[in-house]
């Protein structure tokens, strides 16, 4: 489950004032010690991530934030920080100090929270250090104000009512659970045929984690995977008594596959399945008819949601900016953000082109989407993009039963 990757993890972000005892919650979750603590408030400042396993939720990722009262100008920037969580959280714990109770700061907090529609807890810690009475009282107000919001009183540091908050996160699914790559989209026994190009940007010894993905969930239902390279692809289909009942293909080789492949034999690519699987593909989609409207320097940004080592024909920077500089005839002005990076101006931008998200869980990919959907700014994928690049972006996405409007 440490293989699990951080992008398919459920993610739990616990927010609360400092010294509220959310890193010591973790700890008793986990029953591990695997966040500091410390009776100094503040020990926590930039949001800390610890991948672990909860049975039967399965492999989760939990952020320990900074407390949401923090002061002075560095404590602004931590507050900013941990409210930025919110944009990758799965699920919210929201701790309150038991013996103080909540006040205008949690109810921002859970402000935001449900116009986001994140299903969320409130934990009152630390009734071990505080009159029942006094922490019943204090709960019973929040019951009144929120009640629909499931509420737990535990004590972190005596491992207290622990397994009570167990259940009730297990009960709160996150909204994309169950779902499948591209298991709704193949039947047992079909034969799925994989075309990955192993070259220079290809990670040695490996294929690519949407590679990977893709074939297990192929797997995963029943269905035979076959995996070939490009220039293998005609001799491959002559070896097929029937053809590929799909073909999935890496998206810088779109051009090439489509060449090869007889035009009744449905054809998508990798990063296409991860723009469902992640966001909206539907609005992917959409973004595509800005291309030919580019005119040259219009502002791009193209934003890569991991960070890894650029080969000389990188293809967010050096072969998409070509690419598209040749369709318009003349060059654009591109702007490139990696990791955790993305800005808060985006209306600055004709288009922003993102990678598959493979590194992303879905949440913060459709935060992503949904803020520029709000600028009123277009949005593509690689695979996207590179279909369209090639003119066969209605085939690409047929399979998925999506057609361009």
């Not at 990955?196 to 984690?209: H, N, V």
């Not at 269905?223 to 590929?244: D, E, H, R």
Request: aromatic letters at 4%.
């Amino acid at each position: 489950m440490d293989t699990t990757p951080k992008g398919s993890r459920v993610h739990i972000a616990l927010f609360g004032k400092r010294n509220a005892g959310k890193s010591s919650l973790i700890n008793a979750i986990t029953k591990q010690e695997v966040a500091l603590v410390s009776p100094i408030a503040g020990t926590t400042t930039d949001p800390v991530y610890k991948a672990m396993e909860i049975l039967p939720l399965g492999a989760v990722m939990f952020i320990d934030t900074a407390g949401l009262d923090d002061s002075g100008s560095l404590g602004e920037m931590r507050v900013k920080k941990s409210k930025a969580v919110l944009s990758k959280a799965d699920v919210v714990l929201l701790v309150i100090d038991a013996k103080n109770g909540y006040d205008q700061l949690e109810r921002m907090l859970l402000n935001d929270v449900q116009q986001r529609q994140l299903p969320v807890i409130a934990v009152f810690n630390k009734i071990d250090g505080c009159a029942e009475t006094v922490w019943r009282e204090n709960l019973r107000q929040f019951q009144a104000a929120y009640p629909n919001i499931p509420v737990v009183a535990v004590s972190a540091l005596q491992k207290q009512n622990i397994d009570e908050l167990l259940q009730k996160l297990i009960s709160l699914e996150p909204q994309n659970k169950g779902q499948t790559i591209i298991g709704d989209l193949i039947a047992p026994e079909q034969i799925v045929l994989l075309v990955t190009p192993i070259d220079e940007a290809a990670p040695k010894g490996r294929l690519i984690l949407p590679q990977v993905q893709v074939l297990r969930d192929i797997l995963d239902h029943d269905a035979q995977a076959i995996v070939c390279q490009p220039q293998n692809l005609a001799n491959t289909l002559t070896k097929l008594k029937n053809p590929p009942d799909l073909v999935i293909t890496d998206s810088q080789a779109f051009g090439e596959v489509a060449a090869i492949l007889p035009t009744d034999v449905p054809l998508t690519s990798f990063s296409i399945l991860m723009a469902r699987y992640k966001g909206d593909l539907a609005l992917l989609t959409a973004g595509a008819k800005i291309i030919d409207t580019l005119k040259p320097h219009d502002k791009i940004l193209i934003a890569e949601a991991c960070t890894h080592h650029q080969q000389k024909d990188d293809i967010g920077t050096v072969k998409i900016p070509q690419l598209l500089a040749k369709r318009i005839g003349g060059p654009l002005d591109f702007a490139f953000v990696n990791g955790n990076q993305y800005p808060e101006d985006l209306s600055q931008y004709k288009l922003v082109i993102h990678c598959g998200g493979c590194m992303l869980n879905r949440q913060e990919m459709l935060y992503r989407l949904n803020s520029l959907a709000n600028a009123q700014v277009p949005v593509v994928n690689y695979g996207v993009l590179l279909s369209a690049l090639n003119n066969i972006l209605d085939r690409a996405i047929a399979p998925l039963g999506l057609q361009q409007n």
